[in-house]
């Protein structure tokens, strides 16, 4: 089972989901039974398991992917599966050319660090001294916090006005209007949320300082001196010899993506290139190329909040641990395409997976991870389970915070521990040790904290090998159930339709013997059940739908409230 996740997450530029699906990988120390053992295997064996893991994933009739796997910058696997194009029936070959999404972060960060060195950029300028009129709330936003995602400025890909202008061209002043005015989340410096809007800045920066364009300085700068010949900036009218196709997955089967204007993801998602190209890039970062190493180190170190917290997030890329080697890893999604990238530069292990298909079933985490751990040959186990008194797992049972919007709710469910985030169905926990606990195959660890007088006080949680994030005990009460109220059926009919969220992704209402049913995009169906007249929620997922009507009492749209957020859909049919 994996955690489902609501519609912007971790790392991707933006992918049109309404429940995401995503393996969180873990770091915990375990004891030492439950360490990976090595076990090296040679790289013709390795291919033949590599292959054999990506061959049941892919089928050979729909979207595909490219896939690079490296060790001391010789290929273990290089090879295409699936179909660049639908239409045409043409196979992906690993030559080929893929949006990349957010792995166009690492290019923008170095590309900042050149301009470091060159004693054009310091990471520690306020962002007014290059738009001195940017309304900071009286705060100061530096290029460093820009960078590792601490700046506190709105995500402007999480804006529902903006899923309303995908197919406008506009400018990168244009962009940084969309969010310039938008109050801050938070004290720059004091939190880590994700936010393509920092790398919107971070590309009008070097804009400004360069006077060359962001594309060119990226193409001049970095494409061509390293020979990456299939790399560029993605604009859809442009010849791209090689470029595959992307699809999304609906209803009926599989569809051409929506239209996206690459103007828009821009600094934070606009590059495209082949494996081939990623192989280049990575072996560039082992060496002073573009920049000194001693200043790339800081790229790939996780940045420090100012209350010492660890973000597990350095520049452009993330930053983990597992079993003391250091993993460099980050997805991309955006409209047709998946990506995900996974470097050990230790190991000197690197990891592309490429697909052409935005909400495709295929878990590139899992993958990247488990052909990475196979490599260096230290497989994933989930630890042992052991049985703990009901007392004890009674005596973990709260709300804790993580801060003053994010609550984590740990029930007890018979003889078991239940977690559960905002907008995430409840997800038992096992216990591995008296404290300590995991979610078989989502690899994510929790390990409950005793005060003085052995009292639990609070819980950290690791995900995706990053840091232990604490989480106080509150005085909340755990949260009621909801409960169903008894409406006429009849009253569902009126809700029968599709609303649409975005451009790429509604909600389709429909009834069966009874009972009112949603479907999303390329997911399952699920029952909704009535909490008033116009207010619905769901079991499977911690989400509501609440239906609009106009004046006249006709139903005209519909507001999806999950994870915090409330996203509206207009009846469309």
Not at 505 to 513: P, Q
């Amino acid at each position: 089972m994996r955690l489902q996740l609501s519609l912007s997450f971790f790392s991707r530029f933006w992918l049109p989901l309404w429940i995401i699906t995503v393996a969180l990988l873990p770091t915990l120390a375990m004891a030492q039974a439950t360490k990976p053992q090595t076990t090296k295997v040679d790289d013709k064996e390795l291919a033949r398991q590599i292959d054999t893991m990506l061959a049941a994933t892919f089928q050979p009739d729909a979207p595909g992917g490219a896939v690079l796997v490296l060790r001391d910058g010789k290929p273990i696997l290089r090879k295409g599966y699936g179909l660049a194009n639908l239409e045409l029936h043409v196979p992906v070959t690993p030559e080929m050319v893929f949006r990349l999404g957010s792995l166009t972060k690492q290019f923008t960060a170095v590309a900042i660090l050149m301009l470091v060195e060159e004693g054009k950029v310091k990471l520690s300028d306020d962002i007014t001294r290059y738009w001195p009129d940017y309304p900071t709330d009286g705060q100061k936003i530096t290029v460093e916090q820009l960078l590792t995602h601490t700046s506190g400025i709105k995500n402007y890909t999480d804006l529902p006005e903006w899923f309303n202008l995908w197919r406008q061209d506009m400018t990168p002043d244009e962009l940084i209007a969309l969010f310039k005015d938008k109050p801050l989340d938070f004290t720059p410096g004091t939190r880590w949320a994700y936010s393509n809007s920092g790398y919107i800045l971070l590309g009008a920066l070097i804009e400004k300082v360069t006077g060359m364009s962001y594309e060119a300085f990226i193409q001049q700068r970095i494409f061509t001196p390293l020979g990456m010949a299939h790399a560029a900036y993605d604009q859809t009218e442009r010849i791209l010899p090689g470029r595959v196709s992307g699809y999304s997955r609906g209803e009926d089967g599989y569809l051409n993506a929506q239209y996206l204007s690459m103007s828009q993801p821009y600094a934070a998602g606009s590059l495209a290139a082949s494996v081939d190209d990623l192989a280049k890039w990575d072996a560039a970062l082992y060496t002073d190329k573009l920049v000194k190493q001693r200043t790339l180190q800081s790229a790939f170190k996780s940045f420090t909040l100012k209350d010492g917290g660890d973000t597990g997030y350095g520049y452009g890329f993330s930053v983990a641990d597992y079993e003391g080697h250091t993993l460099l890893q980050h997805s991309g999604g955006i409209n047709g395409f998946a990506t995900y990238m996974l470097r050990l530069p230790d190991d000197k292990v690197y990891v592309a997976l490429l697909t052409n298909c935005d909400n495709c079933p295929v878990p590139l985490v899992d993958l990247a991870f488990n052909i990475a751990t196979l490599v260096i040959g230290k497989p994933y186990r989930d630890p042992a389970v052991i049985n703990l008194p009901t007392s004890t797992l009674a005596s973990y049972i709260g709300v804790y915070q993580f801060d003053e919007q994010t609550d984590l709710v740990i029930r007890q469910e018979g003889d078991q521990l239940v977690a559960q985030y905002p907008g995430i169905p409840p997800q038992p926990i096992l216990p591995s040790a008296p404290t300590e606990f995991f979610i078989k195959d989502a690899m994510i660890r929790l390990r409950f904290v005793k005060d003085a007088a052995g009292k639990v006080s609070a819980v950290q949680v690791q995900e995706h090998f990053g840091p232990w994030r604490m989480a106080r005990k509150s005085d909340k009460p755990l949260p009621a159930a909801r409960q169903p109220i008894e409406i006429d059926p009849a009253l569902y009919e009126q809700y029968i339709g599709e609303y649409q969220i975005a451009p790429s992704f509604s909600l389709t209402i429909a009834v069966n013997e009874g009972k009112l049913l949603v479907k999303p995009t390329g997911q399952d169906v699920a029952q909704l059940f009535p909490e008033t007249e116009t207010l619905f929620f769901l079991a499977v997922v911690d989400a509501q739908i609440e239906f609009v009507k106009d004046a006249a009492g006709k139903v005209t749209g519909l507001i999806l409230h999950q994870g915090g957020q409330d996203m509206s859909g207009k009846k469309i049919k």
